[in-house]
């Protein structure tokens, strides 16, 4: 959204029926400083980001390699490896296009915050759609601790109960 501070596209932010929102879901139990919180969540950000980066140039390859090559122009079931390739280029482009279409729309975030027993939940609900902010140890906590989870942008209608029940980091 280039046009971010505009008034129209102030209008049209706010006027959403079911935006798409990147969850920053905070580990509470770990009493970061507010400084330390904010840096955490940017990290957990900025990593989402550059997984989008690397899946655009996975989902390229992976596009090239079912189109050019031969044995890839298959019939389903014929050659397991062709149905998974097509299978997780699908996923790919999933991912890509949501994440697209958050970014052209509102780079919308919630933070949220999460006891120690919400955070196992959710380390498992969201394996493999999310990334864990692991800190490094420099300043307020011990290295490896988990800080922020992020979790890949969803449309705010499909967000789990799970997160629905965590409350907002203040």
């Known amino acids: 959204m280039r046009d971010h501070e505009m008034k129209e596209a102030a209008e049209a932010r706010a006027s959403q029926e079911d935006p798409i929102v990147m969850y920053l879901i905070v580990h509470e139990s770990l009493n970061m ?10 990290h957990a950000s900025s990593m989402l980001m550059i997984e989008y980066f690397d899946l655009k140039t996975d989902s390229s390859k992976l596009h090239k390699k079912i189109v050019s090559d031969v044995s890839y122009q298959c019939e389903e079931g014929v050659y397991p490896e062709c149905d998974l390739d097509k299978k997780n280029y699908a996923e790919m482009s999933r991912k890509l296009s949501i994440y697209g279409e958050w970014m052209k729309s509102s780079f919308r975030k919630v933070v949220l915050r999460a006891s120690d027993k919400e955070w196992e939940r959710l380390k498992e609900e969201f394996k493999d759609s999310s990334l864990i902010v692991r800190d490094a140890g420099l300043t307020e906590v011990a290295q490896g601790s988990e800080t922020v989870i992020g979790l890949w942008p969803m449309r705010k209608s499909q967000v789990s109960k799970t997160v629905r029940r965590l409350q907002v980091l203040k």
Request: a positive charge.
């Open 33 to 42: 400083s507010i400084g330390k919180t904010a840096a955490q969540c940017a």
